[in-house]
């Protein structure tokens, strides 16, 4: 599951000394170990969002955040902050540009300008290695997250919960606004590109137990909203953040 087979192109990001799209071969092989355990992680903190609900929680650099489909399907909306600095946030054009529309092991969270650097590493995927519908993916870099105005023009009410929404909620404690909200890392969320060129979904194809594992390259902010639309499946479930580092 933790195969580290990301090959981006040479990069289009960064300033001098920031680290390349390409993962180092010692940085491999320390996050296949943190991957697998072979280093010891200690828990620091669990935060459970509850369906149809937002959280956000701190990542501090070097330590391990675990997002879990603890009850069953479900997709996560996750939006990214420097934890203090507001102002740089995930990237999720510039990361779709280096690593692809969908991510997996190996693949980074990049920052937006002018820090671009990578936020965080993703080093652990339980759906990777599954078979897929031809033309889709996990993780997804394609859909932006829904807001009001997606459910009031899809089905006539304005007052359904929305990720926008529980992002805004999820950071205000953190002295960030509405308007901070950004394109999130779709997890879990199963799409591709039809023959027209849009972007359509399946339902999550993620099951009880699956969850995605990410090291934090710098202190970060990270907020996820349990999406209450379609994406996650016919039954809305909520998701278990951990976040581990070394004893
Ligand atoms: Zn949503």
Not at 140 to 150: K, M, N, T
Request: net charge negative.
């Amino acid at each position: 599951m933790n195969a580290f087979t990301s090959n981006p192109p040479p990069s289009v990001a960064g300033k001098g000394g920031v680290k390349s799209p390409a993962l180092a071969p010692d940085e491999r092989d320390r996050y296949q170990r943190l991957a697998d355990r072979s280093i010891d992680l200690e828990l620091v903190e669990a935060v459970d969002i509850p369906a149809r609900e937002g959280r956000a929680i701190i990542v501090p650099s070097g330590s391990v955040l675990r997002v879990a489909c603890h009850q069953g399907a479900q997709v996560g909306d996750m939006i990214v902050f420097n934890a203090e600095n507001g102002d740089e946030k995930f990237w999720g054009a510039r990361s779709r540009v280096i690593h692809g529309s969908h991510l997996t092991v190996g693949d980074r969270l990049w920052s937006t300008p002018p820090y671009t650097r990578p936020m965080m590493t993703m080093i652990a995927d339980t759906l990777a290695e599954r078979e897929y519908p031809a033309g889709v993916r996990p993780h997804d870099l394609l859909f932006c997250r829904c807001d009001f105005r997606h459910y009031e023009v899809n089905h006539g009410d304005a007052s359904l919960p929305n990720c926008q929404q529980n992002l805004a909620t999820a950071i205000a404690p953190h002295g960030l606004t509405e308007a901070q909200v950004h394109d999130p890392l779709n997890l879990f969320m199963t799409t591709g590109l039809n023959e027209d060129g849009r972007p359509y979904y399946l339902p999550s194809m993620s099951i009880k137990g699956d969850h995605v594992e990410f090291i934090a390259e710098i202190d970060c902010l990270a907020a996820i909203s349990a999406c209450p639309g379609g994406s996650s499946g016919s039954v809305s479930h909520g998701l278990e953040l951990s976040v581990f580092k070394e004893p």
